[in-house]
C-alpha cells in the first residue's frame, strides 16, 4: 500500500530539508541536539493537542533514591471517581524522548474521559544506559499502588502502554508481571503496543526495505542501540529483545499496532505472532499507509484519532 498523501507529502519536505542542509537525521547530529530536535518534531507533527485535560505534575520514586518526573493525565470536568488507568512510556529509543515530546500523545488518550493516562519518564542512555530504563519503568508501576488512592485510580484495571521502545519496556512489565505475579505490586489487565521494538539481534526484510525515507531510519535505530547496549550478549536479553524470551509465558490481552512504512515493522509483526502462539490474547492492527511514530502525527494525517478511538475502544472491552 502507498503512502497516506499527507505523509507522503511531510516526508517529501523532510527530504528537503536534509537535501538543503537545513536538517540532519538524528543519527547525524551531536546527542544534544538530537534530543534538542526530536522534542521540536512535536510541534510539527501535532502543534495543537487536544486541551480539555487537566495535567498534574508528579515525582515517582526508585530504588536508587532518584526521582522520576511524571504526569497523571485525565479530561478535564472528570470526577474523582476512581479510574481505569494507562501507564504510558514514550518512545525515542532509549536516548531521546520525554515527557514532553509525548504530551500530545498522553493527551489524546485521556481526552474522552474513559481512562486515565500516568505517564512516567525514565532516565535515557548513554548516560543511563541498559538496564536503567527497564527498572525505572519497574519502579513507575511499583509506585502505582500508593497514589491510586490519592489520584483516583483503579488498581484493578492498569494498561501497559507505550510507543516504540516505550512499548518494550511496556511489554517487558508485562511479561515480569505474568512471570512473577507479586513482583510489581499490580497486575496488569491489558497491554497497548504501538510499533513495538521487539528485536534488536538482527535486522530483518523491513529494516532494509524503509531504511530511508520514512522518517525513523535503521542507521538512527543501530545508533539508539549502541548509546544503550554495551555489547552483543546484551541485545540478546528478553528485557530488551522480548521476541527472545523463553517461550510459553501467557501475558495479559494485547493491543498491538504497527506501521506499514517503518523498519520495526516485521519484527512487530512477529512478536504480535509469537504472543498468539504462546497463548496471549492479540488484536493486531497494521496502519499500511503510515510509518513510524504514527501516534505523535495527530496534526498533520487526520485519521490518526480514529486510530485513538479503535485502540481505546479495544482497551475497554477488556476490563
Same mark, same amino acid.
Given at each position: ?99 514532553? +515530546? ?5 493527551? !489524546?488518550? *485521556? /481526552?474522552? %474521559?474513559?481512562? #486515565?493516562?500516568?505517564?512516567? @519518564?525514565?532516565? $535515557? ?24 488512592? +490519592? ?5 484493578? !484495571?492498569? *494498561? /501497559?502502554? %507505550?510507543?516504540? #521502545?516505550?512499548?518494550?519496556? @511496556?511489554?517487558? $512489565? ?44 535503521? @542507521? ?100
Amino acid at each position: 500500500m502507498t503512502l497516506h498523501s499527507d505523509l507522503s507529502a511531510f516526508l517529501e519536505l523532510v527530504e528537503f530539508g536534509r537535501l538543503s542542509g537545513k536538517s540532519r537525521a538524528l543519527h547525524e547530529q551531536p546527542l544534544a541536539q538530537a534530543r534538542s530536535d526530536f522534542e521540536a518534531s512535536s510541534l510539527i507533527l501535532d502543534p495543537n493537542p487536544p486541551g480539555a485535560v487537566q495535567v498534574q505534575t508528579l515525582q515517582l520514586p526508585t530504588r536508587d533514591g532518584a526521582h522520576l518526573p511524571a504526569r497523571l493525565y485525565r479530561a478535564a470536568g472528570q470526577g474523582r471517581d476512581p479510574l481505569p488507568v494507562i501507564l504510558y512510556l514514550h518512545g525515542g529509543g532509549y536516548v531521546v524522548g520525554s515527557l514532553d +515530546s509525548h504530551d500530545s500523545v498522553c493527551r !489524546r488518550l *485521556a /481526552l474522552d %474521559g474513559r481512562f #486515565a493516562v500516568l505517564a512516567p @519518564a525514565y532516565r $535515557l542512555a548513554p548516560e543511563w544506559p541498559f538496564p536503567t530504563a527497564v527498572l525505572d519503568a519497574e519502579d513507575s508501576l511499583k509506585a502505582l499502588p500508593g497514589l491510586a488512592g +490519592s489520584l483516583g485510580l483503579d488498581l484493578e !484495571r492498569v *494498561a /501497559l502502554a %507505550g510507543d516504540s #521502545a516505550g512499548a518494550t519496556l @511496556a511489554t517487558v $512489565l508485562a511479561m515480569t508481571a505474568a512471570r512473577e505475579p507479586q513482583a510489581l505490586g499490580v497486575k496488569p489487565y491489558a497491554q497497548l503496543l504501538f510499533y513495538p521494538v521487539a528485536d534488536i539481534s538482527v535486522a530483518r526484510d523491513s529494516h532494509r526495505r524503509y531504511a530511508e525515507g520514512y522518517l525513523l531510519e535503521s @542507521a538512527t535505530l543501530e545508533w539508539f542501540y549502541q548509546h544503550y547496549v554495551s555489547d552483543d550478549a546484551q541485545r540478546l536479553d528478553w528485557r530488551v529483545s522480548p521476541l527472545l524470551a523463553e517461550a510459553g509465558q501467557v501475558m495479559a490481552p494485547a493491543y498491538v499496532a504497527v506501521a506499514g512504512h517503518d523498519p520495526l515493522r516485521d519484527e512487530g509483526l512477529a512478536y504480535a505472532e509469537r504472543l498468539r502462539a504462546d497463548g496471549t490474547a492479540v488484536s493486531l492492527r497494521v496502519e499500511e499507509g503510515l510509518s513510524h511514530d504514527f501516534l505523535r502525527m495527530g496534526g498533520i494525517v487526520a485519521e490518526v484519532q480514529g486510530i485513538y478511538d479503535q485502540a481505546l475502544d479495544w482497551l475497554e472491552r477488556q476490563g
